[in-house]
């Protein structure tokens, strides 16, 4: 097998960057057979950048969810290594829906997304006492204002601009991949 040179100057740099917390979806963030970051790159497009997309809380706490997750898993997936910009977009919206949400500083990935999706499905079964009780008090200080946030979620235009990028990106590397461009972007 042989590297072009291209990697194989990157190798040193990829060797020495400190490997940050990721995360997993749990099992029903997607529905039947399918990719759950494609799932969750298109979903979260589609609730940030639609007028009412997050009216329902149940949605905001299943986006905002979904984008911790990319935000904490897009940098560490070889797949998904085709827009190198997008981890720093994604970043900045993690922040903003940290700071909107009132997630603590520094808390762990994997509990803000599942304190997210256990509150959306809780929310979904209009049961606001275990909407609260589902989000960690380690990630969510305050956990009925998080739930107060996810009914009246501001504009977050980071947010909605992150996702959107991913949702492009993603879509112009399917289309490549279709039409025959494997190796790389269109130009």
Do not use: K, W
């Not at 040179?5 to 099992?27: M, R």
């Amino acid at each position: 097998m042989r590297l072009s040179p291209a990697l194989l100057a990157l190798l040193p740099i990829l060797a020495c960057a400190p490997l940050g917390p990721t995360a997993s979806l749990p099992y029903d963030a997607v529905q039947g057979a399918g990719d759950p970051t494609r799932a969750a790159i298109y979903s979260s497009a589609y609730a940030f950048n639609n007028p009412g997309g997050l009216a329902d809380p149940a949605v905001a706490a299943r986006a905002s969810a979904n984008v911790e997750y990319l935000a904490a898993s897009i940098p560490h997936d070889p797949r998904y290594g085709f827009a190198p910009t997008l981890n720093g977009l994604l970043a900045q919206a993690r922040e903003a829906l940290h700071t909107a949400l009132g997630v603590a500083p520094n808390a762990a990935p994997q509990l803000v997304v599942d304190g997210l999706y256990g509150a959306s499905r809780a929310l979904r079964a209009h049961d606001p006492e275990a909407a609260e009780r589902a989000l960690s008090p380690i990630a969510f200080p305050d956990r009925a204002a998080t739930l107060s946030r996810l009914t009246d979620m501001p504009a977050l235009p980071q947010v909605a601009f992150a996702t959107a990028a991913a949702e492009r990106e993603l879509t112009g590397f399917e289309q490549d991949r279709v039409g025959g461009r494997r190796g790389g972007r269109r130009s």
